[in-house]
């Protein structure tokens, strides 16, 4: 198993003591996941620190048999213990995975040490959450304040293999147009 990406990303967000490292290291495993599985957030497997090594996720939610896609995350990115997320949004939420992936992850059971012996790990799980919600506000703000047409370009930028990965309507539900507006703009920007 490659851990070598999983610390180097925590080291962006603080430099862990050799205790949790050495901690981490031993608890560490890692879980295959099939393209187009989905998994039901409440589901105990996302009460941990998972990492991506490899593969595109999608977050999203079922209200009345209609999916909202909310996020996406890509390799080398942390997922924080969510499992409880869709309590406090009344819906159900589920993760896919969108390609072939493997997850870095450690059993529940390590969560307790990790708090009580290492006091970075509270920092670190801080800083991912503060990120990710960041990245759910400048979501909503370009949803809100940004034209189709832009909205569709800063992705083509940020993300533009998510266009190879993912079913257009999708996307286009990402992004809050229509399909055909989304098809519209890309066969635009293949012609230019």
Not at 67 to 75: M, R, S
Request: one cysteine or more.
């Amino acid at each position: 198993m490659e851990k070598e990406s999983y610390f180097k990303k925590i080291e962006y967000y603080l430099n862990p003591s050799v205790g949790l490292k050495s901690y981490l290291n031993y608890i560490l495993h890692q879980d295959t996941f099939k393209k187009k599985q989905a998994i039901k957030l409440s589901d105990k497997y996302f009460s941990t620190l998972l990492f991506i090594n490899t593969g595109t996720l999608r977050l999203y939610s079922i209200t009345e048999d209609e999916e909202t896609t909310i996020l996406f995350w890509q390799k080398n990115q942390f997922l924080m213990p969510i499992t409880m997320l869709g309590t406090y949004t009344k819906t159900d939420l589920y993760i896919e995975f969108l390609e072939d992936s493997t997850i870095t992850a450690y059993k529940e059971k390590h969560n307790s040490n990790l708090y009580k012996l290492f006091p970075e790990y509270r920092e670190l799980i801080s800083r991912i959450c503060q990120q990710h919600l960041a990245e759910l506000i400048l979501h909503s703000t370009s949803l809100a304040h940004l034209d189709t047409t832009t909205r569709f370009e800063n992705l083509m930028k940020s993300n533009p293999e998510l266009f190879n990965r993912c079913d257009l309507k999708i996307i286009a539900n990402y992004l809050g147009i229509h399909p055909k507006v989304l098809s519209h703009l890309r066969s635009k920007a293949v012609k230019r």
